[in-house]
DNA sequence: TAAAATGTTATGGCTGCCCTTATTATTCCA
DNA sequence: TGGAATAATAAGGGCAGCCATAACATTTTA
């Protein structure tokens, strides 16, 4: 077993790879934004996790996870959604903030404490944002949610899932109950990338579009 | 309020002082061996600490930790603990182990985490090695429990808590049931700074003096 | 197809925290 | 009181991970 040992940075790093996306190559700058470094930082450090052989990296085309970096990444997004749970359901911490706690402990979380944390949860399937959790072994199920944008106007759907967004945007969500297992309809979709109209519980909610794309439903069944 | 944040490290040699004694000043030498790096290296550390008003130096005298830095240590050692009552009693970790991997947890735990923790696990007193846990302000009780080997030959005792000490001492002790609430009795103590032999739920246990050291115990009454 | 945007490389610098080696100062103890 | 042990200081170094600035390469797009 190549039982190694990551720093915080690198497991970062891998972190925000899986999670943009593990089909095509991330840009340099992509991850520069949201690691919040600048792209010449992010271009060494990719470097030296290229020598590692966590990534692959095309000039000028973009970086992908090595099948090692990805083994990687999966555990770390495991360590994290557990702790999420954990933070949610047991501690009660508010929901729009459990991200960052729980990205904190996730770096600081050894194997056996990560496997006792499962079945303590009873190896829960997805974290409070939808996500899915991998398993001990890094399989998980792929989501068939859609984003919020590409739905049509006067469709009932359900939340399954958000996806990590930037700042404080959880927060935002969180006050207007747009969280997994919300019911909503898109209302109306305003012309020249306007935002979108919601209704939810009855009350009308705008949303702009940037922020609906981190919102992927399914459609509702009646 | 000067809530800032502190490295690991610094963590680390506040919580190092702490544990060592909240009298005396510590040599630097004793704190270089329990943070396994060199005298020189924590003489620096220790200058940084300094002039950022953590601790005390008087040079040839040892280091002491200020009113600040000793609110950072007695916070530090909260988080530890609370975490070892988690990772022991809900996780069913090892109780050799749960040291180790709170020491890890406690550097990624911000304030409203450890609160939440505090009161999901009911206000523990102490953790599972019977040291106090400081409550919310930093006070805590200080323990009555008086070294093993400072013990009579044939009394009774029980364990009251175990202080940290260095390496797998924790398994040993474990191995031989020497953990809080243990009761036992002084069976003998070998001359020549020899081992002590402890009776133990009817068996025979020899114990190095070096290693007793870490024992404090109380008298049974009877 | 040329300008704008993005990516790459080079250079030099910074901080934190650790290292070694060597010299000097102080304290402790026999 | 003098040598051993311990502590302090100095000088030089390393590594991780970030920064800025500048020059140059490639890709995108208008």
Redesign the interface.
């Known amino acids: 077993m190549t039982e190694k040992t990551f720093t915080e940075s690198i497991e970062m790093y891998l972190k925000t790879l899986a999670e943009a996306g593990l089909g095509e190559p991330i840009a340099i700058g992509k991850i520069a934004e949201k690691l919040n470094i600048t792209p010449v930082s992010a271009n060494e450090m990719v470097q030296r996790l290229s020598r590692q052989g966590l990534v692959r990296h095309t000039p000028y085309k973009g970086v992908e996870l090595t099948k090692k970096g990805r083994g990687v990444a999966v555990d770390v997004i495991r360590r994290q959604r557990l702790w999420e749970c954990f933070?949610l359901e047991?501690?009660?911490?508010e929901w729009s903030?459990v991200y960052d706690?729980a990205c904190?402990?996730e770096?600081?979380?050894?194997p056996?404490?990560t496997e006792?944390?499962a079945?303590?949860l009873g190896f829960p399937k997805t974290c409070p944002h939808g996500n899915p959790i991998p398993d001990e072994n890094g399989n998980f199920e792929i989501l068939d949610g859609i984003p919020l944008p590409a739905i049509e106007v006067g469709k009932n759907v359900i939340v399954q899932s958000i996806k990590h967004p930037p700042g404080d945007v959880l927060a935002y969500l969180q006050e207007r109950n747009i969280m997994p297992g919300q019911q909503l309809q898109i209302a109306e979709v305003a012309p020249m990338e306007g935002p979108l109209t919601l209704e939810i519980n009855g009350r009308e909610v705008a949303l702009g579009l940037n922020i609906a794309e981190f919102v992927n439903v399914t459609l509702c069944e009646e």
Not at 90 to 93: F, I, P
Not at 107 to 110: D, I, L
């Open positions: 933070l047991h501690l009660n911490l903030q706690f904190s402990l770096h600081a979380t050894a056996i404490v006792a944390l079945k303590f």
